[in-house]
């Protein structure tokens, strides 16, 4: 019985330990991109600044294919986080597989940079940037004469 008492009174406080950082907010983001029912109300309040505004732009059309990607992540590493203040910028590569249909199409190896920035001791992200692309294609690209 004691030992029980121990371990919740250990799991309350290391989950209020937990805290909200920009590498975790990142994570977060973009585990919920690779997710289904992405919402444009949940990915609201993940974003500021430009990048919240042109969400918040997007037409209905436009949010579900943002949202309805076919893809299937595969790897996701943080390179870099360099914060001064209440923003931080984080390159990552980010790679996954993506499909047409049910066959996969291409590999793709991202590198990108995201700001994120504290607003009112919440982070969030403000922009994403590509940084270099690569597609590699799973089979034979078929080129057609016109």
Aim: net charge positive; aromatic share 10%; charged share 25%.
């Amino acid at each position: 019985m004691k030992m029980m008492a121990l371990m919740g009174i250990f799991l309350m406080i290391s989950s209020c330990a937990q805290k909200n950082d920009p590498v975790q907010t990142l994570t977060k983001f973009v585990n919920y991109r690779f997710s289904s029912g992405q919402t444009k109300e949940r990915i609201l309040e993940m974003t500021s600044g430009n990048f919240h505004q042109s969400i918040l732009q997007m037409s209905d059309d436009a949010f579900e294919s943002f949202s309805q990607m076919q893809v299937k992540k595969k790897y996701f590493k943080i390179l870099k986080a360099q914060c001064t203040g209440q923003k931080c910028s984080i390159s990552y590569i980010i790679k996954y597989d993506r499909f047409n249909g049910d066959e996969k199409s291409f590999i793709v190896e991202t590198k990108k940079m995201a700001t994120v920035e504290n607003i009112d001791g919440v982070w969030k992200i403000a922009d994403i940037t590509n940084i270099k692309e690569f597609h590699e294609p799973t089979s034979p690209i078929k080129i057609q004469e016109k």
